[in-house]
C-alpha cells in the first residue's frame, strides 16, 4: 500500500498535495473538486463525489484520504478543519487558522490536564519554559522545524547549555542522543511505521496472523514498549509485503530489528549507492538479497 503523509504549510499546498495523491492513485473521474475564495488564507472546499472508492477520516489536527491501495495523511496543524453534509456529498472545509500555534497549544494544555501523570507532565513543561528562555531563537526555530515532537524535544535538549554537563557527567549520553536521532532518521526514510492493527487492515489479515509473520522473520517489527510492536511502512506495497521482503530478511536473521533498519534505511554500494528499500522498490529482488548476504554475514562476526 503507498503511504503518503505530507505537513502542509499554506492553503495551496494542501490543494497541490490532494491533487498530486489523486493523480497518482485515482483512476477514471477523480472524486474531489476543489473550491477557493479570493484571498491567501480563504476557505479551500473539498466537495467529494458519491463513492465508495474513497473514505474520508478527520481530526483535530489531520485528515485522512483512502483508496483501495493508497492513503494520503494530511497534517493541518496550522489550519481549522471542518465537514459538512450536502445531499450525498461530503463537503470538507480547510481554513488558514492565523494562530494556529496558540490553538495547539490548548489542545495540549487540555490533554495535560487529562493526564494519569499530572507531575510528571508537569515537571516536562517547566524545564521546556526554562529552556524557551535559555536557547537562541535561531536554535529554537531549527528544533521547531523537525518532523516530530520527539525530534523537536530532543533538538532543543542537546542544544541546551546544561547538557553539556551532563555529557560530562556520563560519557554515553551523547552516544545515547544520537543513538535516538538515527534511529528517528531511519523511521523517516521508511515511511514511518504502522501498528499491528494497521498491518492486519492493509494485509487484509488477523492481528494473530501479523504476529505469526513477525515470529517467523517475515516482517521487521520494532518493539514500542508496552505499546507493543510497531511495523515500517516500506514493507508494505498494494496490499501485500513488498516483493523480496522476506529473502532481505532471512538474510538478516542474526541482527537486532534497529541493525536490520539500518540496512534497509542506509545507501549500499553493491546497490550503486542507493538503499535497499529503494532496491525493492525498484524490482531488484536479486540485488538487495545479495547486498543483505553481505551485510548479514558482516553482522554476525
Same mark, same amino acid.
Request: net charge negative.
Given at each position: 500500500?503507498?503511504?503518503?503523509?505530507?505537513?502542509?504549510?499554506?492553503?495551496?499546498?494542501?490543494?497541490?498535495?490532494?491533487?498530486?495523491?489523486?493523480?497518482?492513485?485515482?483512476?477514471?473521474?477523480?472524486?474531489?473538486?476543489?473550491?477557493?475564495?479570493?484571498?491567501?488564507?480563504?476557505?479551500?472546499?473539498?466537495?467529494?463525489?458519491?463513492?465508495?472508492?474513497?473514505?474520508?477520516?478527520?481530526?483535530?489536527?489531520?485528515?485522512?484520504?483512502?483508496?483501495?491501495?493508497?492513503?494520503?495523511?494530511?497534517?493541518?496543524?496550522?489550519?481549522?478543519?471542518?465537514?459538512?453534509?450536502?445531499?450525498?456529498?461530503?463537503?470538507?472545509?480547510?481554513?488558514?487558522?492565523?494562530?494556529?500555534?496558540?490553538?495547539?497549544?490548548?489542545?495540549?494544555?487540555?490533554?495535560?490536564?487529562?493526564?494519569?501523570?499530572?507531575?510528571?507532565?508537569?515537571?516536562?513543561?517547566?524545564?521546556?519554559?526554562?529552556?524557551? /528562555?535559555? &536557547?537562541?531563537? $535561531?536554535?529554537?526555530?531549527?528544533?521547531?522545524?523537525?518532523?516530530?515532537?520527539? *525530534?523537536? !524535544? =530532543?533538538?532543543?535538549?542537546?542544544?541546551?547549555?546544561?547538557?553539556?554537563?551532563?555529557?560530562?557527567?556520563?560519557?554515553?549520553?551523547?552516544?545515547?542522543?544520537?543513538?535516538?536521532?538515527?534511529?528517528?532518521?531511519?523511521?523517516?526514510?521508511?515511511?514511518?511505521?504502522?501498528?499491528?492493527?494497521?498491518?492486519? /487492515?492493509? &494485509?487484509?489479515? $488477523?492481528?494473530?496472523?501479523?504476529?505469526?509473520?513477525?515470529?517467523?522473520?517475515? *516482517?521487521? !517489527? =520494532?518493539?514500542?514498549?508496552?505499546?507493543?510492536?510497531?511495523?515500517?511502512?516500506?514493507?508494505?506495497?498494494?496490499?501485500?509485503?513488498?516483493?523480496?521482503?522476506?529473502?532481505?530478511?532471512?538474510?538478516?536473521?542474526?541482527?537486532?530489528?534497529?541493525?536490520?533498519?539500518?540496512?534497509?534505511?542506509?545507501?549500499? /554500494?553493491? &546497490?550503486?549507492?542507493?538503499?535497499?528499500?529503494?532496491?525493492?522498490?525498484?524490482?531488484?529482488?536479486?540485488?538487495? !538479497?545479495?547486498?543483505?548476504?553481505?551485510?548479514?554475514?558482516?553482522?554476525?562476526?
Amino acid at each position: 500500500m503507498l503511504i503518503v503523509s505530507e505537513h502542509p504549510r499554506t492553503l495551496d499546498e494542501v490543494q497541490q498535495s490532494i491533487q498530486r495523491w489523486l493523480g497518482k492513485s485515482s483512476e477514471g473521474v477523480l472524486p474531489f473538486t476543489f473550491s477557493r475564495g479570493d484571498g491567501p488564507a480563504d476557505l479551500l472546499c473539498l466537495v467529494s463525489h458519491s463513492t465508495q472508492d474513497v473514505k474520508l477520516s478527520t481530526a483535530r489536527e489531520w485528515v485522512l484520504f483512502e483508496m483501495k491501495h493508497s492513503r494520503l495523511k494530511l497534517n493541518l496543524d496550522k489550519f481549522l478543519v471542518t465537514t459538512a453534509i450536502e445531499g450525498e456529498r461530503v463537503c470538507l472545509n480547510i481554513e488558514q487558522e492565523p494562530e494556529s500555534e496558540h490553538r495547539v497549544l490548548s489542545w495540549v494544555l487540555q490533554d495535560i490536564a487529562e493526564t494519569k501523570h499530572p507531575a510528571f507532565q508537569s515537571r516536562i513543561l517547566r524545564a521546556f519554559l526554562h529552556l524557551e /528562555e535559555d &536557547l537562541p531563537s $535561531s536554535t529554537i526555530e531549527e528544533a521547531t522545524g523537525a518532523p516530530t515532537d520527539f *525530534l523537536v !524535544a =530532543l533538538e532543543a535538549l542537546s542544544s541546551a547549555p546544561g547538557t553539556a554537563q551532563l555529557i560530562a557527567d556520563d560519557p554515553l549520553l551523547a552516544a545515547k542522543i544520537r543513538g535516538l536521532k538515527r534511529k528517528r532518521q531511519m523511521l523517516e526514510i521508511a515511511g514511518g511505521a504502522l501498528s499491528s492493527g494497521q498491518v492486519a /487492515e492493509v &494485509l487484509s489479515i $488477523s492481528r494473530q496472523a501479523v504476529d505469526k509473520r513477525r515470529s517467523a522473520n517475515q *516482517l521487521l !517489527a =520494532l518493539t514500542q514498549g508496552r505499546r507493543g510492536y510497531s511495523y515500517p511502512s516500506f514493507q508494505f506495497e498494494d496490499g501485500n509485503t513488498i516483493r523480496g521482503l522476506e529473502r532481505a530478511l532471512g538474510h538478516l536473521a542474526n541482527l537486532d530489528p534497529w541493525m536490520r533498519m539500518a540496512f534497509f534505511t542506509s545507501p549500499n /554500494e553493491r &546497490l550503486g549507492g542507493t538503499t535497499p528499500i529503494e532496491g525493492l522498490q525498484e524490482g531488484l529482488v536479486e540485488e538487495v !538479497a545479495d547486498a543483505a548476504s553481505g551485510y548479514g554475514e558482516q553482522g554476525s562476526l
